[in-house]
């Protein structure tokens, strides 16, 4: 089995601002604007067509925090998609994430597919309500947060030319309205989670965490960068054993009394552990997911 750490969800570089986490502790990923260049037009899901319980649509968070920078009516990309409730579902639905290009190269070599698990996360502050607006919290850091997994069902690494008609239930998803190419591949999950050795972990195949908990937060709290990460001492770097993809270098490691610290790369979207060299990583997801809050499963409003 294969962890893969997965960088979505609106940053600086796509979207301009961080999701982010209410006073409550519930947390949003809020998924990156769609490029014109990159789908075609026929692809139409819009941030205003977003739901999420509790809160106003998307499209009005969405405004709020970018300050109108991105509009209600732009088309967002929704992948991963692994929230049941975020818009209405045709039957035989299931979460799904896409990857091409050179990101889905990576994750070829990597040999990702049955059973592997992504970790999704991305860079989250805090917000308050001021004046009835949503703002970023001036007081509260930005972090690296866990906000969602998938686990790779048995033969459920499709490439897309090949599902175009066969997926009737996926045709909304932007992958799907990519023209056609080799390297554009979909990870359908798996319907329960299942980590062998360890028992039922009570979690669907793939989900958002519902709210925001210490154990979900990759940055380190007493370090000056968000990519500055603290991680388990079982995952430190190991001459014997081929770390973290793309954090081979072991001057991107460093020993803590809390555990290990790692300095991630600012390029990449996925970064590969294989489970079977590290088997102490399975200890660490079993208590992740044991520990984490409870998964959101509203149903599409």
Same mark, same amino acid.
């Given at each position: 089995m294969k962890l893969i750490l997965s960088r979505k969800g609106s940053d600086s570089s796509n979207g301009g601002v961080p999701s982010p986490i209410f006073p409550?502790?519930?947390?949003?990923?809020?998924?990156?604007?769609?490029?014109? *260049?990159?789908?075609?037009?026929? =692809?139409?899901?819009? =941030? *205003?067509?977003?739901?999420w319980p509790g809160e106003p649509a998307i499209g009005d968070i969405i405004e709020q925090l970018t300050r109108d920078r991105v509009s209600r009516?732009?088309?967002?990309?929704i992948d991963p998609d692994i929230f049941p409730g975020s818009l209405p579902r045709d039957e035989g639905w299931r979460p799904i994430f896409g990857q091409t290009d050179a990101a889905q190269g990576h994750l070829k070599k990597q040999n990702v597919g049955d059973g592997d698990i992504f970790l999704f996360f991305g860079l989250f502050r805090n917000v308050e309500t001021k004046d009835s607006v949503l703002r970023f919290a001036s007081s509260c850091p930005q972090q690296h947060v866990i906000f969602g997994w998938l686990q790779v069902d048995?033969?459920?690494?499709?490439?897309?030319?090949? !599902?175009? $008609?066969?997926?009737?239930?996926?045709?909304?998803?932007?992958?799907m309205h990519l %023209?056609?190419?080799?390297?554009?591949?979909? =990870?359908?999950?798996? *319907?329960? #989670?299942?980590?062998p050795g =360890?028992?039922?972990?009570?979690?669907?195949?793939?989900?958002?965490?519902?709210?925001?908990? *210490?154990?979900? !937060?990759l940055t380190a709290s007493n370090q000056d960068r968000v990519s500055d990460w603290l991680l388990p001492a079982r995952l430190a770097h190991d001459e014997k054993r081929?770390?973290?993809?793309?954090?081979?270098? $072991?001057?991107?490691?460093?020993? %803590?009394? $809390?555990?290990?610290? #790692?300095?991630?790369?600012g390029r990449g979207q996925e970064f590969v552990l294989d489970c079977d060299q590290y088997p102490?990583?399975?200890?660490? #997801?079993?208590?992740?997911?044991?520990?984490?809050?409870?998964?959101?499963?509203?149903?599409a409003s």
């Open positions: 409550d502790g519930r947390m949003l990923s809020l998924p990156i604007p769609e490029q014109d *260049e990159w789908a075609e037009a026929s =692809y139409r899901i819009t =941030y *205003e067509q977003l739901r009516q732009r088309r967002a990309h048995k033969d459920k690494v499709i490439q897309v030319d090949s !599902c175009r $008609e066969s997926m009737p239930w996926a045709h909304y998803h932007p992958h %023209t056609s190419d080799l390297r554009n591949t979909l =990870y359908i999950a798996s *319907e329960k #989670l299942t980590l =360890y028992g039922d972990i009570r979690r669907p195949g793939a989900g958002v965490f519902d709210r925001y908990s *210490e154990e979900l !937060c081929p770390p973290f993809t793309y954090h081979s270098n $072991e001057r991107q490691w460093g020993k %803590t009394k $809390e555990g290990v610290i #790692l300095h991630s790369v102490e990583a399975r200890d660490w #997801l079993t208590e992740l997911f044991r520990a984490a809050p409870p998964t959101r499963t509203a149903p």
